[in-house]
């Protein structure tokens, strides 16, 4: 499908395949046995610019959008989604300072994160607060110029690894929601240490670590915006990256398909290949169909999100929840296509299968998603004048 991709769009999707062919796919298995963070290929996307995509250029950034950012993370994303989160997460975490910082902290923050020269992560999750973000009980008490936080929190994406933090506390814990503010912590700061680095079932390229505030002190200079904004900042971030997670399936989806159309056409059963089964041409078209769908909803919601519109909730949604689900979908159908051999670590939709899970929990799960949207169509239908009933 031709998306009329303007001459930089294509560049951007050029660079950042050729980066997924000849720096990732090679090591991808390598990288998930170890459970190793990608440190080279970060390195390899700093020097290609790729942080730099959605950073305003007056910040020293390409001046781009959500859908430049989605074009290298697909592509990222074919050959691995645990890099591709790895990459992705850093935009994640500079989107509050992008989106509500000062203009100090943009002027501190964001060349760093445009050049690579460091990563960011954004840090909401505790224990006992996943969903429920406003179960937070990490504090943020004013102490004179300072801040001081208190708390833990969990499967933080980048954790360890970035210099730059996003962090959501409670600076007034008596105003419940209202009193939560979002904060920059650096890798460094006094108080500031990392826990355990988790084991999991897939994404192991990207480090997920606790993060352990222990009367970490800040300067005040470092709370983003206002005190009491800190769910909106949240809410707004995760309006404008979640269709970045659709990106990493339309990419994972389309690596799984790549994959099972070419070993379809090589393996022999019965005396001819498989792909000449009907079975097998449905489930390719099917997974195909998904694929081009999921691609074409991201494409259009991530553009629309660069118009600056105003109520992104629901189309957001639809633009994680949906490839996330196909990803899972395609990536499972790919494993059944190569049969015994898609169990075997001999190819890499296994791996593609156990990476393709966790886009439907991380960044909000889809039922999560599905109640943004279902909330948001109520909102919709009570504002219309019309009925559609008769
Ligand atoms: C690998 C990994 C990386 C992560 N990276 C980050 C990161 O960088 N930063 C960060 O802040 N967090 C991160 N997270 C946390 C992630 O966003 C949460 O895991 C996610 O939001 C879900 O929270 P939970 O796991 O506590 O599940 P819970 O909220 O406990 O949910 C459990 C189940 O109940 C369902 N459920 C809960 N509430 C509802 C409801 N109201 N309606 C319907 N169903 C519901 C959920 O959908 C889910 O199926 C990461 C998680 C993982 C696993």
């Known amino acids: 499908m031709d998306y009329f991709l303007t001459e930089e769009q294509k560049m951007i999707k050029e660079i950042a395949a050729q980066i997924a062919d000849e720096r990732i796919r090679p090591v991808r ?46 592509e990222l994303g074919r050959a ?10 850093g935009s994640l975490g500079a989107y509050p300072i992008l989106l509500y910082g000062s203009k100090e902290q943009k002027s501190k923050y964001l060349p760093e994160v445009a050049s690579g020269r460091k990563l960011a992560a954004f840090a909401v999750t505790e224990s006992s607060a996943g969903s429920d973000v406003s179960g937070i009980r990490t504090t943020a008490l004013k102490d004179g110029d300072h801040y001081i936080l208190n708390g833990t929190k969990q499967w933080i994406t980048n954790g360890g690894e970035a210099e730059i933090y996003s962090v959501l506390a409670m600076s007034n814990p008596k105003r419940g ?8 912590v650096e890798k460094g700061d006094p108080g500031f240490s990392f826990g355990k680095k988790e084991k999991k079932l897939g994404i192991r390229a990207s480090a997920t670590r606790e993060l352990v505030f222990n009367d970490c002190k800040i300067p005040k200079d470092r709370l983003i915006s206002r005190e009491g904004l800190g769910f909106i900042i949240a809410m707004r971030t995760f309006d404008k990256s979640r269709p970045g997670i659709g990106a990493l399936g339309v990419g994972l989806a389309q690596g799984a398909l790549d994959v099972s159309v070419e070993y379809a056409r090589q393996r022999k059963q ?61 990536s499972t159908e790919a494993v059944q296509i190569l049969g015994g051999y898609g169990y075997m670590k001999d190819y890499p939709v296994e791996k593609m299968m156990r990476d393709a899970k966790i886009l439907q929990i991380y960044e909000g799960t889809n039922e999560i998603q599905r109640n943004i949207i279902g909330q948001e169509l109520n ?12």
């Not at 645990?82 to 992705?88: E, L, W």
């Not at 909102?379 to 008769?390: A, G, P, T, V």
Request: charged content about 25%; glycine content about 6%.
């Open 177 to 184: 929601p209202r009193g939560a503010s979002f904060f920059i």
């Open 270 to 330: 019965f005396g001819r290949p498989i792909i000449n089964f009907q079975a097998i041409q449905h489930k390719l078209a099917d997974m195909a169909t998904l694929t081009e769908a999921a691609r074409a909803l991201v494409y259009a919601v991530a553009r629309y999100l660069d118009t600056e519109p105003k109520d992104i909730s629901k189309v957001s949604a639809m633009a994680k929840v949906f490839p996330a689900d196909v990803a899972m979908k395609v």
């Open 379 to 390: 909102k919709e239908y009570s504002r219309l004048k019309k009925s559609f009933l008769d």
């Open 29 to 74: 298995a390598a990288l998930d046995e170890a459970e190793e963070f990608p440190w080279d290929i970060m390195k390899v996307l700093a020097r290609s610019d790729l942080f730099c995509l959605c950073i305003p250029e007056e910040y020293g950034g390409f001046g781009g959008g959500s859908f430049e950012n989605c074009l290298a993370v697909e």
């Open 80 to 89: 691995c989604i645990g890099v591709a989160t790895t990459f992705a997460a």
